[in-house]
């Protein structure tokens, strides 16, 4: 009960604030005990800063439109629609799933940066490589440097 009564606080403070980001979303702060921190809000600088490493259940969930972004840390910047996951980045899209071992969101181009163990699932294929980019709106796909992949029928 308590962990829903941090989420609306945040989601009031931004609204009371006059936050507003080209894409909104709900935060949740999942898996950790009633009277534990899991998360702050600076109200001043627009940031969100959770941290669920202490909590083997712990997980932070970032939900936006038909994107799923979950992390063990993140940092989301609402007023700059920025935001940085690291320490099992998983986000979900349509048919899409990627893990990586951190993944960045910039607002301004709608674009995520994946960096490290990249995993990319689809329907139809699976890569895996170091670098990954992915455009939300449009869902264009880009593979830096090695990557390896599996198509299916």
């Known amino acids: 009960m308590k962990r829903l009564w941090f989420l609306i606080l945040i989601m009031a403070l931004v ?5 507003t980001s080209a894409r909104e979303g709900t935060m949740y702060i ?32 970032v939900v936006m439109d038909e994107t799923e972004i979950r992390a ?11 935001m940085k996951a690291v320490a099992g980045v998983t986000v979900l899209q349509n048919d ?11 607002g301004e181009t709608d674009e995520a940066h994946f960096l490290g163990a990249v995993v990319v699932e689809m329907d139809d294929g699976r890569f ?5 980019v992915l ?4 869902e264009e796909m880009q593979f830096f440097g090695a990557f390896s992949g599996e198509f299916r029928d």
């Open 30 to 61: 999942e898996g950790i005990p009633d009277d534990a921190t899991g998360g702050r809000y600076d109200t001043q600088a627009s940031i969100f800063y959770g941290d669920v490493t202490g909590f083997a259940d712990g997980i932070i969930r």
């Open 15 to 19: 609204l009371a604030a006059g936050i």
């Open 135 to 138: 455009n939300l709106e449009t």
């Open 128 to 132: 895996t490589g170091q670098r990954f």
């Open 96 to 106: 899409v799933v990627i893990t990586s071992d951190s993944m960045e969101y910039f």
């Open 72 to 82: 063990v840390i993140l940092e989301w910047h609402t007023r700059d629609d920025y």
